[in-house]
């Protein structure tokens, strides 16, 4: 009796430290290496990222839509590749995972600053926007100029360009603008808060704000925060031939008939 139940309790003991190992194995993180041209057509899908938002990329009744979806889907289609694309609404995120390799690209109209320009690579621009205030029709309250934000606390999505252009305008109204930044939101989600009062002020792209008009009609989007800018796709900086390929396409994609329907159809809606 005494041996079976050493037995028993040494096979408990055996058991659990084969448990003990495989639940306390750390897992390998998965590596990721950016990737060029030739490394894409060869494993025969290109990786994109890209925002959940009715401009860019979106689902409906199952089907996916989205300007920048819808364009590069085209691209894919002419080199004979699928199209993998990642929504991610961290603009953090979506550098970084180029950057790494997660991605191979991009796929969202990104104001080219400056900054940006020393992480990525940016194709030819394909569409011009600015940065604009959010803010809800409220006569008492409304600012009519970047100078009214003087002493203002406004939302942004942590680590956008709008980062960029409120830190200048701050050194050009000669005052402070106090800056909050939100993570793992989007432009719906600010103009969302905005529009029910939990915030006062938000900052986002002019062309994603407006796409949003009709759900948000208490919201005014007519003062500008910036100048226009060019939105553009990045591509990691060591895939130059890449970035060729996809330059020299869309400048012969944008002459044609589907590309202008598309654009119609995303950036001249009556809103």
């Known amino acids: ?117 020393d992480s990525i690579l940016f194709t030819k621009p394909f569409a011009i926007g600015k940065q604009i205030l959010i803010q809800r029709n409220d006569e008492d309250n409304r600012i009519d100029s970047p100078l009214g934000l003087a002493g203002k606390t406004i939302h942004i999505i942590k680590d956008s360009p709008a980062l960029m252009r409120i830190n200048n305008l701050m050194d050009e109204i000669g005052d402070s603008i106090y800056i909050e930044e939100i993570t793992d939101y989007g432009p719906e989600q600010l103009l969302a808060m905005v529009s029910a009062g939990d915030i006062d002020y938000a900052v986002c792209d002019e062309r994603t704000a407006k796409m949003y008009m009709r759900r948000f009609k208490n919201l005014d989007l007519n003062t500008n925060i910036s100048f226009n800018q060019f939105y553009s796709w990045g591509v990691n900086r060591n895939a130059p031939i890449l970035l060729d390929s996809i330059n020299s396409w869309l400048e012969r994609y944008i002459n044609t008939k589907e590309y202008k329907d598309l654009y119609n159809e995303y950036f001249k809606r009556n809103y």
């Not at 096979?11 to 659990?16: D, E, G, W």
């Not at 925002?51 to 979806?69: P, Q, R």
């Open 1 to 117: 009796m005494a041996k079976k139940i050493l037995k028993y309790i040494i096979s408990i003991i055996v058991v659990s430290t084969v448990i003990i190992l495989l639940f306390s194995r750390k897992n390998p993180e998965e590596k990721f290496y950016p990737r060029d041209y030739q490394g894409i057509i060869e494993s025969g899908v290109i990786k994109a990222v890209t925002e959940y938002n009715a401009l860019s990329y979106y689902i409906f009744k199952g089907e996916t839509y989205g300007f920048d979806y819808e364009v590069l889907s085209a691209f894919a289609k002419e080199k004979g590749i699928k199209l993998e694309m990642t929504p991610e609404m961290s603009f953090e995120k979506r550098i970084k995972g180029v950057i790494e390799g997660r991605y191979d690209m991009i796929a969202l109209g990104t104001a080219t600053t400056s900054q940006l320009k």
